[in-house]
């Protein structure tokens, strides 16, 4: 039975180093332009819905390299760490990066396509002055830490102007990856569980399609957007599959 257990830093390959260097870099200007010039830089760079006006198309992929807390880029890049570190040794460098970049990107148009479908089911309750009204002000109601009485006009707000941040899309991708390519492989939860990749897997997609239907109010995180990271991934290994090329580096 394949058994998996990560290397030191120093046998990290290089696009795994570079993303959790950059990463880190992003993560403390983050903190330090906040804190010192009062710039938010998740307001540029965290992926927003085209509908609002802090909205722009590079944000598919700045949005990757920003997180919302410590305990969030702490489990990202320790996951990256842990699995993408044996897929590009396999792949080598191009492959994955491109991997990486594609299941994030993809991540990032699922969580745009649901948020779509959300918002038409609000939109139907709403006058068109209502919505209107959030799609020029909303953002900035936000900024101010208020949001509408209007119960629909809230909800449309937190969905137009709420941004969405991180790498779990890509990292999840990578998970699938990882559990397609070593499907027998050891994973050990909390460090002592030993399950196999290919349950681990399925057992994490399962949860994240329940808590994104489930679509708890107090729940922050974009569970659609990491079953697009897993989407996307699937179907980018199924196109290497069919050229014959999934396991082989470009």
Do not use: C
Request: net charge neutral.
């Amino acid at each position: 039975m394949q058994q998996y257990r990560p290397s030191g830093f120093s046998m990290l390959p290089l696009v795994v180093k570079n993303l959790l260097i950059i990463n880190g870099i992003f993560f403390l200007a983050t903190m330090a332009l906040e804190s010192s010039l009062h710039i938010d830089l998740v307001k540029y760079l965290g992926l927003h819905y085209p509908l609002s006006t802090d909205f722009g198309v590079w944000q598919l992929v700045s949005y990757m390299f920003m997180h919302g807390g410590f305990t969030h880029i702490l489990f990202n890049m320790f996951a990256l760490w842990m699995f993408g570190n044996t897929l590009e040794n396999v792949w080598g460098p191009k492959r994955f990066l491109n991997y990486y970049l594609v299941t994030g990107i993809g991540a990032g148009v699922i969580q745009l396509l649901i948020a779509y479908l959300r918002i038409q089911s609000i939109e139907s309750g709403l006058h068109p002055e209502q919505i209107a009204i959030v799609i020029q002000e909303g953002a900035d109601v936000l900024s101010r830490g208020m949001n509408y009485e209007s119960i629909g006009m809230r909800e449309l707000n937190l969905i137009i102007n709420t941004p969405t941040v991180g790498a779990s899309g890509a990292v999840f991708g990578i998970l699938l990856a990882f559990g397609m390519m070593f499907p027998n492989s050891l994973i050990y939860v909390y460090f002592a569980i030993p399950v196999k990749a290919k349950y681990f897997v399925m057992i994490y997609g399962a949860i994240e399609l329940y808590m994104g239907f489930a679509n708890n109010p107090g729940d922050n995180v974009a569970h659609f957007a990491h079953l697009g990271g897993m989407i996307f991934g699937f179907l980018l290994i199924m196109y290497w599959k069919k050229k014959g090329t999934f396991s082989r580096p470009f």
